[in-house]
């Protein structure tokens, strides 16, 4: 089975996306929202997408689904070697991507510690959370609230605004002063070289980093970075002035 996994952790959330899901062994593949041994109540909205486990959190299903559950009694040994045998209550939220799934996929948000309520209304609010994509060579999204935009190119490509030449994570801040970061890594130590660009203006650079080899600004920005791989994976920094758009 092959599969593409990306989590995001946002201020109150953790965005999960999966992608480019395909097996062909000839048996049922399923991703495991959650799987806890609790007798707390579980409620499920499966026409709205979105599930609640009182005193753990919540579940919104943002595509992918549908969500399913099950609430159920299992009986085993506490321990190996054990002779006592022991029944505990368990609650399991799952997605069902049949037998030899081809390009499958899934989006959905962890809500630590949310209220029912709180799980309800996120759902409800479709727009805070935007998946920009979620496919085998890009996953990636927008938090507009939060100035956020993230993604992790699997091989070199587009996405929300964001090209990148190679395998890389890029996570982009934007701020109220009119200033924004934009943060290059290369987790798997191979870049020779790494050329990020971002369809935004800017004005100009005001925070560079030793591996940048040279910023073009302008009606875009092209951000050119030299050998990567010597970093180990570590994070580069970049801080740019955002031109202001008049009325």
């Not at 029912?116 to 990636?140: D, K, P, S």
Request: glycine share 14%; hydrophobic share 40%; proline share 5%.
């Amino acid at each position: 089975m092959e599969a593409f996994k990306s989590w995001f952790f946002l201020d109150d959330a953790v965005l999960c996306l999966g992608a480019g899901i395909t097996a062909e062994d000839g048996v049922p593949v399923e991703t495991v929202v959650d799987n806890r041994r609790t007798g707390a109540p579980l409620t499920v909205d499966a026409a709205a997408g979105w599930a609640h486990l009182e005193g753990h959190g919540g579940y919104v299903l943002l595509g992918g689904g549908p969500l399913r559950s099950l609430r159920e009694e299992r009986t085993g040994r506490e321990r190996p070697g054990r002779p006592a045998e022991a029944t505990r209550s368990y609650a399991t939220l799952w997605l069902d991507h049949g037998v030899d799934p081809v390009d499958a996929g899934y989006a959905y948000l962890l809500l630590p510690n949310a209220s029912l309520a709180g799980t309800r209304a996120r759902a409800a609010a479709v727009g805070r959370a935007g998946v920009l994509a979620n496919t085998a060579g890009q996953q990636g999204v927008r938090i507009p609230s939060l100035g956020i935009t993230a993604v992790n190119f699997w091989i070199g490509g587009a996405a929300g605004g964001l090209t990148a030449s190679g395998p890389c994570s890029v996570l982009i801040r934007e701020y109220g002063d009119g200033t924004a970061t934009l943060t290059v890594s290369d987790p798997r130590r191979d870049l020779e070289e790494l050329t990020v660009a971002w369809d935004r203006p800017v004005t100009g650079v005001l925070r560079g980093h030793r591996l940048l080899r040279s910023a073009t600004t302008g009606e875009g920005l092209i951000l050119a970075f030299g050998r990567l791989a010597d970093r180990g994976g570590a994070s580069q920094t970049v801080t740019v002035r955002l031109r202001r758009e008049t009325p």
